[in-house]
C-alpha cells in the first residue's frame, strides 16, 4: 500500500521539492534578518554607540596593554590611555580651529574673485550664456528655497533632537570604552560562563574576530594618517586655504572605504576650486587619484589585506546595507563587523580538535633502574619535571638522596 508522503513524492518532482524547501528556508532567514535589523535600528541610539566604542578599543587597547605590562595598575593605565586620546584629539582640534580662523576670512574673498572669473567665463567663453539666462537660474533657486522654508525649518527642529542624541551616544560610548579597557578579560570570562560547554567554540571565534578587529582599526588608521598628511601637504604646498580642516577631512573620510574619499576629495577639490583656480584644482585631482591609486593597492593590502580580504563588490554592497540600515555611522561601522563575523564564523562552524590517544608509558632507562630521577616529559622523553608531577624544592631534593 501507498503511503501519502510517497503518492506526494511522486506527484511532486524531487528537484522542485528540494528548490521548495530551500525557499523556505530562504524566506525564514530573510525574515529573522529583517526583524534584527528593525530591532537594530530601533535601539541605534545604544547599539552604534557600542559599535563605535569596540573600534576605539581595538585602537587604544595596545596602550593599556603595554601600561599594564610594566605593572601600572588597570584603573591607571585606562585613565592614562584615555587622556593620551583626548589630548591628541583636542589638541588637533585647537590647530584646525586656529588655522580655519586666520584662514576663513581670505577664502570667502578668493571664492568671490574665482565665481567672478567663473561668471565672465561663462558670458565670454564657448557657452556664450547670457546675463539674463544665469539670472533666471539663480532666481528659480531661491524660489525653491523659499518654497521649501518649513521643510528646512522641520530639519533645523530635527537636528536639535539629533544633537541631544548624540550627546547620549558620546556619553555612553565614553562610558563603554574605559570598561572594555579596564575589565575587558573579565567582561568576557563572565560572558563566556552563559554557554556552558560550547563556551571553548566561543571563545576560539570572539579571539579571532578580536584579532581581525584590531587589525583592521589600527590598519586603516595608518592608512588613514597617510594619506591625510600626504593631502595635508600638497594642499599647504599649493597655498590653499583651509588646508588643516580638509586634511582632517580626508583622514575621517578614510574610514569609509570607497565612498568617502569621493566625498572628501570632492569637497577639498572645491575648495581648490573656488581658491586657486580651474589648473591648481586640476592638478590637485590629478594627486589625488594617483595618492588613491597607491592606497589602494600597496598600503591596504600590505597593511589591512591581512585581517580584510573583501572584493570591492563585497565592499560596496556592505556599505550600502549599513548605509540604509544606521546612515552614515552604519556605513562606517559596516565593513569591521562583516570582517569579524567572516572570520568568526567559520570558527564557530569548525569540528572540535580531536583529542590525541594517551601515550603509553616508555620502559625505565638504566638511570632508573640505578634508583636515578629522570622524569618522563611529553612523548616519553626525558624531560623536566614540572612536566610529570610537582617539583621538590632544592634542599628537599638533597635530602631525599641522602636519605
Same mark, same amino acid.
Given at each position: ?316 554592497? #556592505?556599505? @550600502?546595507?549599513? %548605509?540604509?540600515?544606521? !546612515?552614515? *555611522? $552604519?556605513? =562606517?561601522?559596516?565593513?569591521?563587523? +562583516? ?34 630521577? #629522570?622524569? @618522563?616529559?611529553? %612523548?616519553?622523553?626525558? !624531560?623536566? *619535571? $614540572?612536566? =610529570?608531577?610537582?617539583?621538590?624544592? +632544592? ?9
Amino acid at each position: 500500500m501507498i503511503s501519502d508522503r510517497e503518492r506526494l513524492m511522486n506527484l511532486v518532482p524531487r528537484t522542485l521539492l528540494r528548490v521548495a524547501v530551500w525557499c523556505l528556508c530562504l524566506i525564514a532567514i530573510g525574515w529573522a534578518v529583517f526583524y534584527f535589523a528593525q530591532f537594530i535600528a530601533t535601539l541605534h541610539i545604544v547599539v552604534l554607540p557600542v559599535a563605535v566604542a569596540l573600534l576605539l578599543t581595538a585602537l587604544l587597547f595596545p596602550v593599556t596593554r603595554r601600561l599594564k605590562a610594566v605593572g601600572v595598575r588597570p584603573i591607571y593605565a585606562t585613565w592614562i590611555t584615555l587622556l593620551v586620546a583626548f589630548a591628541v584629539i583636542g589638541g588637533t582640534g585647537w590647530f584646525i580651529g586656529l588655522r580655519a580662523n586666520d584662514e576663513f576670512p581670505g577664502l570667502v574673498d578668493q571664492v568671490r574673485k574665482t565665481s567672478q572669473t567663473v561668471e565672465q567665463w561663462l558670458y565670454t567663453g564657448p557657452l556664450h550664456l547670457k546675463p539674463t539666462q544665469l539670472t533666471s537660474w539663480i532666481d528659480e533657486i531661491t524660489t525653491q528655497l523659499t518654497a521649501q522654508r518649513n521643510q528646512i525649518t522641520q530639519t533645523v527642529l530635527t537636528g536639535a533632537t539629533v544633537a541631544l542624541e548624540v550627546l547620549a551616544s558620546i556619553v555612553l560610548l565614553l562610558f563603554v570604552t574605559f570598561f572594555l579597557l579596564k575589565d575587558g578579560d573579565r567582561i568576557w570570562e563572565w560572558f563566556l560562563k552563559a554557554f556552558g560547554s560550547a563556551a571553548p567554540r566561543i571563545d576560539k571565534a570572539g579571539r579571532v574576530a578580536w584579532v581581525t578587529l584590531s587589525h583592521y582599526v589600527q590598519g586603516t588608521v595608518a592608512v588613514a594618517a597617510v594619506h591625510g598628511v600626504v593631502m595635508g601637504i600638497v594642499l599647504a604646498g599649493m597655498g590653499v586655504p583651509l588646508w588643516a580642516p580638509l586634511a582632517v577631512l580626508i583622514f575621517l573620510a578614510s574610514f569609509i572605504p570607497i565612498v568617502g574619499i569621493f566625498f572628501a576629495g570632492g569637497v577639498a577639490t572645491l575648495v581648490t576650486l573656488g581658491a586657486k583656480g580651474p589648473i591648481y584644482a586640476l592638478i590637485f585631482l590629478g594627486i589625488l587619484i594617483v595618492e588613491q591609486q597607491l592606497e589602494n593597492h600597496v598600503l591596504q593590502p600590505l597593511i589591512v589585506g591581512r585581517a580584510l580580504n573583501f572584493h570591492p563588490l563585497a565592499i560596496i554592497l #556592505v556599505l @550600502a546595507v549599513g %548605509g540604509i540600515v544606521a !546612515g552614515i *555611522a $552604519g556605513a =562606517a561601522v559596516a565593513v569591521p563587523v +562583516a570582517a569579524v563575523i567572516y572570520r568568526a564564523i567559520p570558527e564557530l562552524m569548525a569540528d572540535p580538535p580531536i583529542a590525541l590517544p594517551p601515550v603509553p608509558p616508555s620502559a625505565p632507562s638504566s638511570s632508573e633502574a640505578d634508583g636515578g630521577a #629522570v622524569v @618522563a616529559g611529553p %612523548g616519553g622523553q626525558p !624531560g623536566q *619535571a $614540572g612536566h =610529570a608531577g610537582p617539583i621538590l624544592p +632544592a634542599d628537599e631534593e638533597s635530602s631525599q638522596h641522602r636519605g
